[in-house]
């Protein structure tokens, strides 16, 4: 390129081939270097950016750093400050102890008077009562020092109630209460300190008053502590309870005082009964300085509760709540009362069930000072009350209720009185559910585990002292090994028919070795041997360990069948339950029981699937759904609605349908029907069995005697003429029978007095004669037969031959022929 043009204007040779290559190499050269140029001028970009992130890091680093430097500074501080008030309260604490001691000694020189200050009680910042006693896990009772002393101590001090800090206005207090007050009480009496129960304010209550309705738990539930969902696969809804509400009220008061709790100053709050009593509780009481029942019920009406609740203060009250309130569900669905009824109305029914529940029926507020036995705690009063029927003991996943000290002797005491104990539990595994057989394996010998360990002597109790009062209440009884026994066989016999039906054999042993009754049988009244064989075989080892433990031999009879009447299938149900009601003897008693419950559950379920159609606005449906449910030998009074309306339905097959099934399942919901058809429906069911069926339902007959329609009056003396001498104890309401407008009514009286012995007939001899003149002639022949059947001292007695002759019946039996 550096070469010169000659004259004509090209560029001169550059000696050949050779130089041409030289050419391209160089050019080759030129552009490799150029590429290499902009690659390195890349990498300069690159590290200079590099070099500014890392400035930038390092400025970053600094500014931190000195941050950091100035919360140190700050945190030592306000360290210094803490150490300060801290010392500041040695001090206070120091003056209060001097304050105590002089109010010590003006008490002893002159007792300060017993009025209402003697209930003053300091309280903290958030207005609860400074008890300064330490909040541990416990049992089915109330809070530390509150009415009947009711927590139960787990040995631990990590649930504080109150800080331990003392502040200047509790030493200001203190200090205006060390000053000396007149006394009322004479010179040298000495001030009696008794259980404090109920309201500080007012005269304590009567315990046996202060039970409330499970509605009212429900509707608390809902509206403090958290919601409530259900689930309606099953033969009874089954709740879902979570304690969300009062979750977050936990949450926000732990935030609040992370500091005091972090010091161990407070307790940090949970969903139990503690942080329901401290968050819920308390504020909605203390107005009132009474229990949540008496808030709930303040006049003591309709307060005597037939259930006592006892569970553990440690456990979840939304997993408490939920298997108590799936427990009182699932017994009343398993009645078949509401079969096929929407929910509502079983919540309706089980609302009215009346509780006793320690945390919520015992005052927070009070004080127990000097109980010396057992018998002055107001759960046992309450558990005393005649009006108790039954004791459900409420069972967490933990099983924890086992392990308290005032569970257990709640239990026991129930168990000794011969009230009912039932178990309740949020577990599929202790709902008794056929369906939950992985849940048994998990729970199940857990439950048996801690069951069979229950020790009084060893459980958890309240605050000092209380080991005093329960030693001497075991002294009372056997002692502790005596009722550990009674304990550990009441849990073991519930426990058995679970473990029978689970097939887990080591824990049926185990239940067994504890003491359980080998006869126990489940809510349905399925034994522990039906279960055994109809899992594992007659021969099986659970049979025979059953057997040798004395099961009853008859339970082991048709044990598949049994089970089958639960079955999900109705043709298998039926089929079942006909096979059932076909034993007799010891089999048919051995299975009463889990007939009768197959039954109402059938009932549920039939119901429950046709109770759609029978609602229906097509009558063809209504007609079919009537036939599905006339095999059902049960209707219950929750029923009684629906089948009026269906009994005056515009199909007329429909009502007759619909009778049919009433008179036969419930003839009395017919018998006040103004319709005059259905009250003689209802007669023909009641006297339809023979004999038998009209003997065990004469009463009710012989006040169909007195109906306005006389075809009834009629049918209901027909009927009592079939039991003979069994009627006599009627005579006196058939003898009024012979003064009926309707001459087959008078001649049917006659009938049935014919029948019964003279003895019977003899005092009403009067008013046979006198049908003697009866206008109709088959009525005067049916007295004069009535007659013949009466002595004749009766007929003497009665001065009835001269109207006889005057009749035209000198001689009864004569007229007879």
Not at 443 to 449: E, F, I, K, N
Request: charged share 30%.
């Amino acid at each position: 390129r550096r070469g010169r043009r000659g004259d004509g204007g090209v560029w001169p040779s550059m000696g050949g081939g050779a130089s041409r290559r030289r050419l391209q190499e160089v050019v080759a050269e030129a552009v490799a270097a150029d590429a290499t140029r902009s690659r390195v001028e890349e990498l300069e970009a690159a590290a200079g950016a590099a070099v500014e992130e890392v400035e930038a890091s390092k400025a970053r680093e600094r500014a931190q750093i000195q941050k950091t430097t100035g919360l140190k500074e700050s945190l030592a501080k306000e360290e210094a400050k803490v150490r300060a008030k801290e010392e500041e309260v040695r001090k206070f604490a120091a003056q209060v102890e001097q304050l105590q001691a002089q109010v010590k000694s003006l008490e002893d020189r002159a007792p300060l008077q017993d009025d209402d200050d003697d209930n003053d009680e300091d309280e903290d910042e958030d207005g609860d009562v400074d008890t300064g006693e330490v909040r541990e896990g416990g049992g089915g009772g109330s809070v530390c020092g509150a009415a009947g002393g009711a927590d139960e101590e787990t040995g631990q001090t990590t649930r504080k109630e109150h800080s331990d800090v003392i502040s200047p206005r509790h030493v200001a207090d203190a200090s205006v209460s060390a000053s000396p007050k007149p006394s009322r009480l004479p010179p040298g009496a000495s001030r009696q300190q008794g259980p404090r129960i109920g309201n500080a304010n007012k005269e304590p209550t009567d315990p046996c008053l202060r039970g409330f309705c499970l509605g009212n738990l429900k509707r608390f539930f809902e509206e403090h502590v958290g919601e409530v969902s259900f689930e309606e696969d099953g033969v009874a809804p089954r709740p879902t309870c979570l304690a969300t509400k009062l979750m977050r009220k936990c949450t926000a008061y732990n935030a609040d005082h992370r500091t005091d709790i972090s010091r161990g100053r407070l307790a940090a709050q949970r969903t139990d009964m503690f942080g329901l009593q401290k968050l819920v509780v308390r504020p909605l009481t203390k107005e009132r300085q009474s229990s949540l029942a008496e808030l709930w019920n303040p006049d003591g009406t309709q307060a005597k509760a037939t259930l006592f609740v006892s569970h553990s203060w440690c456990e979840d009250f939304g997993e408490t709540f939920e298997g108590l309130y799936a427990h009182a569900i699932g017994r009343a669905a398993a009645s078949g009362a509401h079969a096929g009824l929407p929910r509502e109305d079983l919540e309706a029914d089980v609302a009215e069930l009346r509780l006793y529940m320690r945390g919520l029926s015992e005052s927070p507020w009070g004080r127990r000072r000097g109980v010396a036995s057992l018998e002055e705690f107001p759960w046992f009063i309450a558990l005393q009350a005649p009006s108790m029927e039954r004791l459900v003991v409420v069972l967490d996943r933990s099983a924890a209720v086992l392990t308290r000290a005032w569970c257990n002797a709640e239990h026991f005491e129930a168990q000794r009185l011969g009230r009912e104990i039932s178990f309740a539990s949020r577990l599929d595994a202790l709902r008794e559910d056929p369906s939950s057989d992985k849940c048994n394996e998990l729970s199940l010998p857990h439950v048996l585990a801690v069951g069979l360990e229950v020790d009084l002597e060893r459980a958890a109790l309240d605050a000092e002292g209380d080991g005093e009062v329960l030693q001497v209440w075991m002294a009372k009884h056997g002692g502790g090994g005596a009722i550990n026994r009674a304990l550990r066989a009441s849990v073991a016999t519930w426990l058995l028919p679970l473990l029978a039906r689970a097939g887990l054999l080591p824990g049926l042993r185990a239940a067994l070795r504890g003491g359980a009754d080998a006869k126990a049988a489940d809510r349905r009244g399925i034994q522990s041997l039906t279960h055994a064989v109809a899992r594992f075989g007659e021969g099986s080892e659970a049979a025979q360990a059953l057997l040798a433990a004395g099961a009853d031999k008859a339970a082991a009879s048709c044990a598949a069948e049994v089970l089958e009447m639960f079955h999900d299938d109705p043709a298998i149900r039926e089929r079942a339950m006909v096979e059932i009601g076909n034993l007799s003897g010891s089999s048919k008693a051995a299975h009463a029981r889990a007939l009768a419950a197959a039954r109402a559950e059938h009932a549920t379920r039939v119901m429950r699937t046709h109770m759609a159609d029978l609602k229906s606005g097509v009558p063809d449906r209504r007609r079919s759904a009537l036939k599905k449910v006339a095999a059902l030998t049960t209707l219950k009074s929750a029923h009684a609605k629906l089948f009026e309306q269906l009994m005056q339905d515009d199909d007329p097959c429909v009502r007759e349908a619909a009778t049919e099934i009433v008179a036969k399942a419930r003839p009395e919901m017919l018998l006040q029907e103004k319709d005059p058809k259905l009250r003689g429906a209802a007669l023909k069911a009641l006297t339809s069995g023979g004999p038998q069926d009209i003997a065990r339902n004469a009463q009710t007959l012989v006040q169909l005697l007195a109906d306005g329609d006389w075809i009834v009056r009629h049918s209901a003396l027909h009927a009592l003429g079939q039991i003979g001498e069994v009627a006599a104890p009627f005579a006196g309401a058939i003898a009024q029978c012979l003064n009926d407008e309707q001459w087959y009514v008078r001649h049917a009286a006659l009938q049935v007095l014919a029948n019964l012995s003279p003895a019977a007939a003899a005092p009403h001899a009067p008013a046979i004669v006198a049908r003697l003149g009866d206008a109709e002639r088959e009525v005067r022949k049916a007295a004069a037969e009535a007659l013949a059947r009466v002595n004749g001292e009766v007929a003497g007695a009665a001065g009835g031959g001269s109207r006889a002759a005057a009749a035209g019946w000198s001689e009864p039996p004569v007229a007879c022929r």
